[in-house]
C-alpha cells in the first residue's frame, strides 16, 4: 500500500465539536508522508466554539502532528480559510516557515493546473444571508447527535456505520439540486480561471470526478465520511477513506524509529518553491511543485 504522495489535502474537520474525529484524523496522518498538505477550510470551527463547542486535548494533538510533518519530513503545510474559521481574516496571508495561511490558492503539478478553495466563497447561503447559515448549522449539528445515538445502538447489534445526514442529503430533491448546482459553478469557476480543475470541500460529499472537461475533487470532510484526498508522485488523483485503510499493514516495525523506518531511497527531494503576494484574491499566485 503506497504510503508516500506528493499532496495530500483535508477539509471539513471542525476541531472544537464534538463530531470532530481528532483522534482518527491525527492517526491518518501519522501514517502517511506527503510533501505537500493542503488544510482546505474549516479546520478549526470558530462557529461553535463561540456557543457550545470546547477545545479538548486531542484537538490540540492534531496541530501537534501537522508541526511534526513539517519538522521530521520537511512538509509544506498550506492552511486555506473555510467559512466556519473566518476569524483567520484578521490575520491572512500569513506565511511562517512552512506554513502558510491565505484565502486559496492554485496548484500546478504535472502540468496541470487546480484551483483550490474550500468552496463557501460560491455559496450565496453563507456569503449573503448568514443568519440562514447559522440556522442550518445548529440543524446539521442536531442531525449530528441524533447520527451517534443511531450509530450507537447499530454497533451493540453489530451493524456497519450509517451516516443519517448523508442519507437524508441524498433523498431530498432540494439537497441534491444545491450539491449538483454547487459543483458545476466550481467546475465554471475553474474553467474561468484557465484551469484544469477544481479542489474544493466545505459540503461535505467526497468526490472525484469530471464535470465537463474540469477535474472535479472534493476532499470530503473528518465528522463523518473521514476522508482525505491524495495526489502519487505521478499527478494521479485519489480518495483515501479512513474505515477503509488497514492499519495493521501500515505499521512501522517496533525495532525501528519512524524516520529510520524509511527507506532513503523512497524519499523524493523537495523542490524548491518560490511565493509571489498578488493583490487579487480572485487570481492568487501560482504556486508550481
Known sequence: MNTSFKTIVISDVHLGTKGAKAKEIARFLKQYRCENLILNGDIIDGWQLKKSGSWKRKHTRF?????????????????LRGNHDDFLDQILPLQIGKLHIQ???????????????????????????????????????FLLWLNRVVNYYRFKAGLPYFSLSQYIKGKVKKAVSYIDDYESELAKMAKAKGCDGIICGHIHKAENRMIEGIHYLNSGDWVETMSALAEDHQGNWQLIYYREINFKSLYLPAQTTEDEAWPKENLIPLRKVSFEQNPDELNPPSIRF
Do not use: C, P
Not at 496541530?63 to 492552511?79: A, D, G, P
Not at 492554485?106 to 444571508?129: A, M, P, R, W
Open 63 to 79: 496541530f501537534n502532528r501537522v508541526l511534526k510533518m513539517i519538522e521530521n519530513h520537511q512538509t509544506n503545510v498550506f492552511y
Open 103 to 141: 484565502t486559496d490558492m492554485i496548484y500546478e503539478s504535472q502540468g496541470k493546473k487546480y484551483f483550490i478553495t474550500h468552496g463557501d466563497v460560491f455559496d450565496s447561503i453563507t456569503t449573503n444571508l448568514r443568519w440562514i447559515a447559522y440556522l442550518g448549522d445548529v440543524g446539521y449539528t
